[in-house]
């Protein structure tokens, strides 16, 4: 089965640079890999998802990139903002997502003011 | 909509006794899955379910583990009998399915086996 290895697993930056979140996957089937942001105590929430066929997708402050040959893609968020701060999980699927997500160990990404 | 629903918010229970945790997907949407959240071990797909049939339950760690869809709006997740090891927070989540890969997760059901 898939496998989603995640780094680091805590990152502090101080408010305002950018931060990288890195993935990488197993199944070279996977084309679908979305990132979530939970909050502490809530729900794991979609903030940006990207296919097999794309290699980089931008949305306002954050963008993610995908090297389907390397089996890797990253989340880079800029500007980082205190409402940033929260775990990041990646994951990745092999079926667009329709028959689960295989997620990462997440990373606590922390803002330093 | 309310999105999904998830009921108990918290469970607190002793070994051995057995546990109901309930899911009300988002209505319309064809998918329903249940994840388990640990520090050690993050978000577990346990099992999932297409039009309410099971397509996939590889992830669910045990025979003490039973998930059921009787209809399009209900699901069940059932631990008999619980243990400590139990102890975690489950998610349901649910998706409309092909057109796009989103899950739209619950609040989650924190459960506690003392």
């Known amino acids: 089965g898939e496998n989603v290895e995640q780094h680091p697993s805590t990152l502090s930056v101080q408010e305002g640079d950018s931060a990288v979140i890195k993935c990488t996957y197993s199944?070279?089937?996977?084309?679908?890999f979305p990132w979530y942001k939970q909050e502490l105590g809530k729900r794991p929430q979609l903030i940006i998802d990207?296919?097999?066929?794309?290699g980089e997708k931008k949305d306002q402050r954050i963008a993610v990139t995908l090297n389907k040959t390397a089996k890797h893609f990253s989340l880079h968020i800029t500007e980082t903002q205190p409402e940033d701060s929260a775990v990041y999980f990646c994951a990745a699927s092999s079926g667009g997502g329709a028959d689960g997500l295989t997620f990462g160990k997440g990373t606590h990404l922390i803002i330093q003011p | 909509d309310a999105g999904v629903i998830q009921s108990p918010r918290h469970e607190v229970t002793e070994m051995g006794q057995e546990v109901t945790l309930r899911c009300k997907p988002i209505?319309?949407?064809?998918?329903l899955f249940w994840y388990r959240q640990t520090m050690m071990r993050g978000l577990e797909l346990l099992i999932y379910?297409?039009?309410?049939?099971?397509?996939?339950d590889s992830g669910m760690p045990e025979d003490r583990f039973s998930a059921k869809m009787p209809n399009a709006s209900f699901s069940t997740l059932k631990i008999q009998p619980s243990e400590p090891r139990d102890s975690a927070v489950y998610f349901c989540?649910?998706?409309?399915?092909?057109?796009?890969?989103?899950?739209?997760f619950g609040e989650g059901s924190r459960l506690t086996v003392l």
């Open positions: 199944d070279s089937a996977s084309n679908y």
């Open positions: 990207i296919r097999s066929n794309v």
């Open positions: 989540a649910s998706s409309p399915g092909r057109q796009t890969g989103e899950l739209f």
């Open positions: 209505s319309g949407h064809n998918s």
């Open positions: 379910f297409n039009n309410n049939v099971p397509i996939d």
